[in-house]
T-cell receptor, first 113, second 113 residues
């Protein structure tokens, strides 16, 4: 079965711009979670969407937002980019009910210059 | 505040020997724990999990031990193989709060042939 697909793989943006990242979960998975990975910080939870609703939210500023569509695909948006937003953004999907643990995508490497 | 900690950023082990990766957590309410393995340029892949009702779970060469009183878990890999060289993340969750996981900062394991 197809895995979790994240696009684009790499992105370079300028400070102040905004960016949208996309995640297509495994077919049948209704939960999509987003994480930011930076050196020394591990994976920091951004938010989780389940059936088009945000179910959990991490400790990130409002510049980070997301949404989920009826086909479970999810997008993450970061507005007014800062240099510190440079990171690997990982999306993970799961069935979301009764099972725990994710399947991760390969991530989108965002560089803010 | 890092609720899950991996205090060893790196570990080197000879092929055939045991690798022991450690993880500490601060929230005694965590009831589900996982280990993920990550190769460069790929997303983390699920390795093994353990529920708080157990103190040990085995899967082939991989065994996870949970010491709830010490809030400590460890991953044992026996015997270690060069293909095990990767970054290992431990993660913890409160299963009744949905699908949010708290990750450690990772330990880079190098298995020397």
């Amino acid at each position: 079965k197809a895995g979790v697909t994240q696009t684009p793989r790499y992105l370079i943006k300028t400070r102040g711009q905004q960016v949208t990242l996309s995640c297509s979960p495994i077919s049948g998975h209704r939960s999509v979670s987003w994480y930011q990975q930076t050196p020394g910080q591990g994976l920091q939870f951004l938010f989780e969407y389940f059936s088009e609703t945000q179910r959990n939210k991490g400790n990130f500023p409002g510049r980070f937002s997301g949404r989920q569509f009826s086909n479970s695909r999810s997008e993450m948006n970061v507005s007014t980019l800062e240099l510190g937003d440079s990171a690997l953004y990982l999306c993970a999907s799961s069935r979301g009910t009764g099972d725990y643990g994710y399947t991760f995508g390969s991530g989108t490497r965002l560089t803010v210059v | 505040d890092q609720q899950v900690k991996q205090n060893s950023p790196s570990l080197s082990v000879q092929e055939g020997r045991i690798s022991i990766l450690n993880c500490d957590y601060t929230n005694s309410m965590f009831d589900y724990f996982l280990w993920y393995k990550k190769y460069p340029a790929e997303g983390p892949t699920f390795l093994i999990s353990i529920s708080s009702i157990k103190d040990k779970n085995e899967d082939g060469r991989f065994t996870v031990f949970l010491n709830k009183s010490a809030k400590h878990l460890s991953l044992h890999i026996v015997p270690s193989q060069p293909g095990d060289s990767a970054v290992y993340f431990c993660a913890a969750s409160l299963t009744n709060t949905g699908n949010q996981f708290y990750f450690g900062t990772g330990t880079s394991l190098t298995v020397i042939p």
